[in-house]
């Protein structure tokens, strides 16, 4: 299962960090790096950091967006060095691993760790299904980042180990789900709620108040439930109603 699970780097600054992530992860048994928009990459001194890690290095996948690099995945968790109040779930690095190991299971999961100075955007983290923080020091909070990766590679080994502990189902015991109940993937997601912005504006919803705040909050939501494939359509089939149309599909 952990090969179902890809660690995200947005716009890592220090090539020393890829590095030592790649290590990290390996060190655990991860292997699927995606790094978004590095600010140089690839470099001598990441391949020197990696160590014996240049295999998970070389196959890293860069690309521009953060949606691009969880697309495909129906379950995101973003990590965060400050405790947020916004509408975001937090969870503790155990409880992230185990429920990201139950995602793995049946799906592609991300982790996602942010910029060394300044870590996700609002519109990074909306894009996550709840946020992970590691905890710290509260006078001294914010852990290096590859550092962050340790930790939370750890725990995911941790709990594979404890998943195989448990005895495998006879086969045919548990149902297969039928493919649409499975959870929606991030680009389904998003295609959803592009065309929910596209139905409000034409509905005039939004009127005097702020589309991004509205959406943010609709997001939050949406995060919460983890809608699944199902859903996803027959929520493009109510936009397209209350659009006019019958159908949304093009
Ligand atoms: N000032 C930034 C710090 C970024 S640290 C902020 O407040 O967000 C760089 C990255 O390391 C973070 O985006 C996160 O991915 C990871 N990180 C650092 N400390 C962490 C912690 N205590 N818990 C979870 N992730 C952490």
Redesign the pocket.
Known sequence: MLENIRIVLVNTSHPGNIGAAARAMKNMGLSKLVLVDPVDHPTYEAYSRAAGADDVLGAAVVVKTLAEAVAGCSWVMG????ERTVQWPMMQPRECAEETMKQAAQAEAAIV????????TNEELEQCHAL???P?NPDY???N?AA?VQVLSYELRLAALASLAIAEPVSGEVAAKHQDDLPATADQVDGMYQHLYQMLEDVKFFGTSNPEIVMRRLKGLFNRAQVTIREVSILRGIFSAAQGRKSARK
């Open positions: 990590t965060s060095a400050r760790f942010g910029r060394e100075r300044t870590g996700l992970v923080n590691i710290t909070s914010s852990l980042v962050a």
